[in-house]
């Protein structure tokens, strides 16, 4: 990997005079990437994939990895997904620098093999068509796992850091980001309530611990406002009664249709009625509109990760 630095475990230290040879050869990471100067194994959602050397030429169809090597300097992206709503500090891959290659969700196959890429990389939309784009190129998947989303999503932004020679930059703002994440839910977070919704279309769904928002409970301390909330990526359907009977200290808002370009009302206009209004949360200003793009779009890159840890703290501070 780039900047010749591997990890050497105890082995390595038992022997100290074939520590040359190791770092040759290389030794296994605790962060599922594993190998030499010549080559790596990457474990990741799907099995594991063996690359040759640091990926020169990479194509991403995922939102939160493209953010975490843009933020991380790394160069020799060839290929993006086409995005009608790019995230603004996303924008310069929306230029014809970078080759379009079909939706999150749907490859486009063939402009992807015409890029001849050393790594594919896939995540949650695009996971399906890791098989395909497999046998294109070395492919991972760095899907996150919801029901866990904070540990799953600092392992696969390790992941990067160890494949493109970044450990050390990744490592320390990883290490900030745990240690904001124990400040926030030890700063009295607990002793309120709260209840995590996403608007779209004029319909509302509620999410717990466990679920891809789940970080604001299983993280940063925040008592659930209602037990019993499904894990599913979809939410539970709920209405503004529903957020009456509740009650919650504090309302935490995701705006789907702001967070894609959707035309429509906003999550603001959704939520202004009696019922809403009448809680506790939009009494004593606990009602918390989040960042629609940091949660529903790139929540899984490092940037994100940081920007909605420090959100959530400032609501609870």
């Excluded at 919704?197 to 209602?226: C, E, H, M, Q």
């Excluded at 957020?243 to 906003?266: Q, T």
Aim: hydrophobic share 40%; with cysteine; glycine share 12%.
């Amino acid at each position: 990997m780039r900047g010749g630095r591997h990890r050497r475990g105890a082995f390595a230290v038992l022997l100290a005079g074939l520590v040359g040879l190791l770092a040759a050869c290389g030794g296994e990471t605790d962060t599922g990437a594993a190998g030499g100067e010549g080559s790596l194994t990457v474990e990741h959602a799907q099995g594991s994939t063996s690359l040759e050397g640091t990926p020169e030429r990479i194509v991403v169809f995922d939102l939160g990895v493209l953010e975490t090597l843009d933020d991380l300097g790394v160069e020799g992206i060839v290929g993006v997904p086409e995005v009608a709503n790019l995230p603004e500090h996303l924008g310069e891959y929306a230029s014809d620098d970078y080759t379009k290659v079909g939706s999150l969700k749907e490859p486009d196959f063939e402009q992807v093999n015409a890029l001849e890429p050393d790594l594919i990389i896939v995540a949650a939309r695009s996971a399906p068509a890791y098989g395909e784009l497999s046998e294109i190129a070395p492919t991972v998947d760095l899907s996150v796992d919801t029901t866990n989303f904070l540990a799953s999503a600092t392992e696969r932004i390790e992941t990067l850091g160890e494949l493109f020679g970044k450990e050390d930059a990744v490592r320390d703002r990883l290490d900030a980001l745990a240690a904001k994440a124990e400040e926030v839910a030890s700063s009295g977070a607990g002793d309120r309530t709260g209840l995590v919704v996403l608007t779209t279309g004029g319909k509302l769904s509620a999410y717990g611990p466990g679920s891809r928002f789940g970080i604001v409970y299983d993280n940063l301390g925040v008592k659930p406002a209602v037990e019993g909330l499904s894990a599913d990526t979809h939410g539970d359907a709920i209405s503004s009664e529903f957020i009456a009977e509740a009650n919650p200290d504090l309302l935490f808002v995701i705006d789907r249709d702001s967070a894609i370009g959707e035309a429509g009302e906003s999550a603001k206009q959704v939520l202004d009625n009696a019922l809403v209004n009448g809680t506790t949360a939009a009494e004593q200003g606990g009602i918390v509109y989040l960042d629609p793009t940091q949660w529903y779009l790139t929540s899984n890159g490092l940037p994100s990760l940081e920007a909605m840890v420090t959100a959530v703290g400032d609501s609870v501070a």
